[in-house]
């Protein structure tokens, strides 16, 4: 058994939540932007997971899958529409088209993604231990 590899990995799944939690967080910071470099309201970004295979060195044995981020996209779902006639990017009928953050959704991906990367943590912090034991018992 390689634990090398299996951190190897690991490795690619703790990035892969890595990006998602900040992406979460630019949602988050981003939830009352109505103007954007861009124009227009701010768009929700979607982190998107792909499967990604990898090669053993040696020829024998199956190939291993690891995660990594497949795309980010934008949330092409409307904004909703909030009557403020004085706010600077109102239409002329006195509406702002606000961003498509919804903060619960937020907060749901937030806590998936780092219970997520809490898991992947822990079978990292599994294989050291069990390789440590390993050259603990060669003595």
Do not use: C, W
């Not at 630019?26 to 954007?36: D, F, L, P, S, V």
């Not at 949330?75 to 706010?87: A, E, K, L, S």
Request: no cysteine; glycine share 8%.
């Amino acid at each position: 058994m390689n634990l090398i590899s299996g951190i190897d990995i690991t490795a690619g799944a703790l990035n892969a939540q890595k990006t998602r939690l900040d992406i979460v967080a630019q949602n988050i910071a981003n939830a009352q932007t109505t103007r954007t470099p861009n124009g227009g309201p701010y768009q929700r970004q979607v982190v998107s997971f792909e499967t990604e295979l990898v090669r053993r060195a040696g020829a024998g044995g199956p190939s291993l899958q690891t995660v990594k981020i497949g795309a980010i996209t934008a949330d092409r779902t409307p904004g909703q529409q909030v009557y403020n006639p004085q706010h600077p990017d109102a239409s002329p009928d006195g509406l702002v088209t606000m961003p498509n953050v919804n903060l619960s959704y937020e907060m749901v991906d937030l806590i998936t993604a780092s219970r997520a990367y809490e898991a992947n943590l822990s079978v990292v912090k599994n294989a050291r231990q069990m390789a440590m034991k390993a050259l603990d018992i060669g003595k």
